[in-house]
């Protein structure tokens, strides 16, 4: 059974940081892109990173660039994106997704960006 499980979503001041961790299970983890996506209240879910199987490879949403960070430890398959920088519209709920031939979500992690 395929397991993907996000962490370290939370409450953060704007200009803060956080890092979200997505630990994936029951899955040859190098095999898959991973990529991370969120969704605002009354918003449609938006790619925010994306990361190749191992890791050569990563691109970012337009709104992100350079303050967020996407990186993976196939050794720990586990993929993590760092934030920086955090401002009010990147409170959202955050999606681990692991893409192969098939593809996997996780339940998400919320963060808050708020003064």
Known sequence: QVQLVESGGGLVQPGGSLRLSCAASGL???????????QAPGKER???????????IRNYANSVKGRFTISRDNTQNTV????????????????????????????????????
């Not at 938006?46 to 050569?56: D, F, M, P, Q, T």
Request: charged share 15%; net charge neutral; proline share 0%.
């Open 28 to 38: 040859t983890f190098s095999s898959y892109s991973m990529r991370w996506y969120r």
């Open 80 to 115: 993590y994106l760092q934030m920086n920088s955090l401002k009010l519209e990147d409170t959202a709920v955050y999606y681990c997704n692991a893409q192969d031939a098939q593809s996997y979500w996780g339940q998400g992690t919320q963060v808050t960006v708020s003064s």
């Open 46 to 56: 938006e790619l925010v990173a994306a990361i190749s199987a191992r890791g050569s």
